[in-house]
Nanobody, 124 residues
Framework: QVQLVESGGGSVQAGGSLRLSCAASGLTFSRSTMAWFRQTPGKEREFVAVISWGSTRKFYADAAQGRFTISRDNAKKTAYVQLNSLKPEDTAVYYC?????????????????WGQGTQVTVSS
């Protein structure tokens, strides 16, 4: 059974930082693409960042470029996203996802496994 468990969310002021973690189990993590998405009420889940299994390829949404950094530690079976220079519009539930394959994607339907989400709230 695949499990993805996010942690690290919280409340910060604008300009602050958070580091989200996603601990994986039940899948071949070292061969799986990992991604982060976010969602606010009434909106579709949106892509934030993705990292290939070997960390050689990373892609970011325009809103994340230059402020967020995705990374992974295959030995720990954990993916991370560092959120810097946070803005109120970054407020959302952040989800990690795995495709379970080496394919790189930016759309939710390309991901088979999802965590439960962690809330990030940024106040002005």
């Amino acid at each position: 059974q695949v499990q993805l468990v996010e942690s690290g969310g919280g409340s910060v002021q604008a300009g602050g930082s958070l580091r989200l973690s996603c601990a994986a189990s039940g899948l071949t993590f070292s061969r799986s693409t990992m991604a982060w998405f976010r969602q606010t009420p009434g909106k579709e889940r949106e892509f934030v960042a993705v990292i290939s299994w070997g960390s050689t390829r990373k892609f970011y949404a325009d809103a994340a470029q230059g402020r967020f950094t995705i990374s992974r530690d295959n030995a720990k079976k954990t993916a991370y996203v560092q959120l810097n220079s946070l803005k109120p519009e970054d407020t959302a539930v952040y989800y990690c996802a795995s495709s379970g394959t080496q394919e790189i994607g930016t759309r939710p339907h390309e991901y088979l496994y999802w965590g439960q989400g962690t809330q990030v709230t940024v106040s002005s």
